[in-house]
């Protein structure tokens, strides 16, 4: 957009020469980012549909397949993922309502209350950002030891008889949902406290000179307005939360029947090498999380964002 | 709370001061503003009107009074159980509503019916009924202030308070709307409590006006009765301009007290002055002063000084300015003459011998004496911001 308004400049300008140039300026400026994406984006998808659609190569060599137009291959995925498809999708919604519970107050409390405490705002957004100090892939490790069969957690609940003697906490989905919203809390709370920090406090002052109580002024002004910084938070969350793979893995907090999407991905490319499968299920992984995101967005009113 | 008194209703503060930390926004406030009267509150940034009008609506909390409207005590109630509402300085309207939602929100926040068609009706009062649909973002300045009337009055408050509604807009649209807020207060006959800084507006549009400085009201009454008598140096400078000269008080003679200034023995109505001994200031208004080129005979029942020299000289339209000083008296201050165009062109120029005269019942008598070089118009904390951080709290 920010293009057809430098390209079609106002015509009538007496300096249309130097509008003609400005434009001319404005596309080489565009050059490398145009460059940029066609290499890491446009090639990559267009190589990614091509694989999706490959056959085995006639030889049978394992990993091994030719350029062809095999519709199987999504066929196979749908029928055979189906259920992880669902699970993934189930997972990530959960760990998104979960988020943004959690993450709406915590965004609330930095960007509105301590706004009057500018140092204790700024410690509290970073203490949101701290945990990105440290590797991800080690928290969450953190987290499997922490909730490990003789764990502190487990043994704490086992000894008050809250948990059975023989139960498990890592490997099931009540724990890759937990890996899920904790690693992806900040990505839900700084777009939200974002939105929140904005918010004119006068608004709330005007509506409650129009009778709203406090309830009711959340409801009908703060909210519709930090809905912006909310679809965000919870698009950042949703979308990398269904395609992830590390929370789900056994290898980390996972078992063996709470694989999502990217473990069936990841098993098939570097595991079975079974590429057009694992590229077609990527493919139906993306459109399968597009369609909800523009019904999400339309829904909420903030096409903007997008 | 739903049935709102269509009359309007009394305002009351009681003895109210408010603390913030550091300072005193409020002393000891008195005020009863009768239902159904257009009142403005006057004063320069920092003086506290502002958080006046906040502790009426409910959004600052009195540190000591009690707020009474139409004889019950709100002090403790929450904003929205108060039967007020504002007319914000930023407008404050929800963009993300329309403009009829935002007009409509008052209504059904309190379950009236027929909200849809009140909001409408009170758009037609403000003549935007055509833009109902719009978002507040796509109104001019002036559409957005006439929004934010409607969406306060179709709620029919006991009181309304408006807090510089029309600061935002230019001039031209000022006196329009200054013209048609008044017009919309004798038609719905709500109470208005209007707070502004322009001495002008406050002028034009109430019918009492309270003249508010650190803290306190320094003098009140109707617009002419202020301008016309001001009671304190404050008033007599905030509120158009004055000469002011000070002297002693020599006799008093009749119904008039006379005061010594610099030698010269001007008379001033005794029952126009505050204090009636000792050293005194007394003024009198610019337009009030006449200027002649030649001395005059002294006359019973006018006040004459001279000879002055004209400084300046500046033409403003409707008037022409005259600045004048007085070189071989350098007791009496220099002095302004504000004198209508009759005539074209100026009557006088600079460098010009002149004489002041000016009826005798035109003097005031002020009760503070002025200080020499005492400025009214320093620089004081910004009332606005301070509210906005208190609100917070």
Not at chain 2, 310 to 332: H, I, K, M, R, W
């Amino acid at each position: 957009m920010a293009f057809g308004a430098f390209a079609g400049g106002p015509a009538a300008d007496p300096g249309i020469g130097a509008a003609q140039r400005k434009s001319r300026v404005v596309l080489l400026l565009l050059l490398p980012g145009v460059i940029y994406l066609a290499l890491t984006y446009v090639a990559p998808l267009i190589s990614l549909v091509l694989t999706s659609l490959q056959s085995p190569s006639p030889t049978f060599d394992i990993g091994s397949y030719v350029y062809a137009f095999n519709i199987g291959n999504y066929a196979t995925a749908i029928s055979e993922y189906a259920p992880v498809l669902g699970r993934s999708f189930l997972f990530a919604l959960t760990a998104t309502v979960l988020t943004l519970v959690i993450g709406y107050p915590l965004a609330y409390f930095i960007g509105v209350t301590l706004r009057r405490f500018p140092l204790l705002q700024s410690l509290a957004l970073v203490l949101v950002i701290a945990p990105f100090f440290i590797s991800f892939l080690l928290r969450t490790l953190a987290w499997k030891q922490i909730f490990s069969d003789e764990g502190p957690v487990v043994s704490f609940l086992q000894a008050l008889a809250i948990l059975p003697h023989d139960a498990h906490v890592t490997g099931t989905p009540f724990m890759v949902i937990f890996g899920l919203t904790y690693n992806f809390l900040p990505f839900t709370v700084l777009p939200m406290y974002t939105s929140l920090e904005r918010l004119d406090l006068r608004y709330l002052e005007a509506a409650g000179d129009l009778y709203a109580s406090r309830w009711s002024s959340f409801w009908r002004v703060t909210f519709p307005l930090s809905l912006p910084g909310v679809v965000s938070g919870t698009l950042l969350t949703f979308i990398p939360a269904t395609g992830d793979y590390i929370n789900a893995s056994p290898s980390f907090l996972g078992g063996l029947d709470t694989a999502m999407v990217g473990n069936v991905i990841e098993q098939n490319f570097l595991v079975l090498q079974n590429y057009p499968v694992a590229a077609a299920m990527s493919i139906v992984l993306m459109v399968a999380i597009l369609i909800p995101v523009a019904v999400y967005v339309s829904l909420t009113k903030t096409e903007e964002l997008l | 709370m739903s049935a709102f008194d269509d009359a309007g209703a009394d305002l009351e503060l009681r003895q109210i001061t408010k603390t913030f930390p550091g300072f005193t926004a409020i002393e000891q406030l008195d005020l009863t503003i009768p239902a159904g009267s257009f009142f403005a509150l006057l004063g320069p940034s920092g003086c506290g009107k502002t958080t006046t009008l906040r502790l009426v609506a409910g959004l600052e909390e009195p540190t000591t009074g009690r707020v009474l409207i139409g004889g019950r005590d709100v002090t403790a109630t929450k904003p929205h159980e108060r039967p007020v509402n504002t007319v914000f300085q930023s407008y404050a309207l929800f963009p993300h509503m329309t403009v009829q939602g935002n007009v409509e929100f008052g209504l059904r926040r309190r379950g009236v019916k027929d909200a849809g068609a009140r909001a409408l009706e009170a758009l037609k009062l403000v003549q935007l009924d055509h833009l109902a649909a719009r978002r507040p973002s796509q109104l001019s300045g002036g559409q957005q202030q006439r929004v934010a009337l409607a969406r306060a009055i179709v709620n029919r408050p006991a009181l309304l308070l408006l807090d510089e509604p029309l600061g935002a807009l230019d001039l031209k649209l000022r006196r329009e709307m200054q013209l048609e807020l008044k017009a919309i207060q004798a038609e719905v006959g709500l109470t208005f409590l209007h707070v502004t800084h322009d001495q002008e507006e406050a002028m034009t549009m109430a019918d009492t006006v309270a003249v508010m400085n650190r803290g306190r009201i320094e003098q009140m009454g109707s617009p002419q009765e202020l301008y016309e008598l001001p009671r304190t140096l404050f008033v007599a400078n905030f509120l158009g301009q004055s000469n002011l000269l000070t002297g002693d008080v020599v006799a008093t003679s009749g119904a008039n007290t006379v005061v010594e200034v610099g030698g010269v023995r001007l008379s001033i109505p005794t029952a126009r002055m505050q204090r009636t001994s000792g050293a005194v200031t007394v003024g009198v208004r610019p337009e009030k002063l006449l200027l002649l080129t030649e001395e005059p005979k002294a006359k019973r029942g006018v006040n004459l000084l001279g000879p002055a020299r004209v400084t300046d000289v500046s033409f403003t339209g409707v008037s022409t300015q005259y600045q004048v000083e007085f070189p071989e008296n350098s007791a009496l201050p220099g002095m302004s003459v504000f004198a209508q165009n009759l005539v074209f062109g100026a009557v006088v120029n600079p460098g010009a011998e002149v004489w002041l005269s000016w009826s005798v019942d035109h003097g005031f008598g002020l009760a503070d004496a002025a200080e020499p070089g005492s400025s009214f118009a320093a620089a004081e904390a910004d009332d606005t911001s301070v509210a906005v951080a208190a609100g917070e709290s």
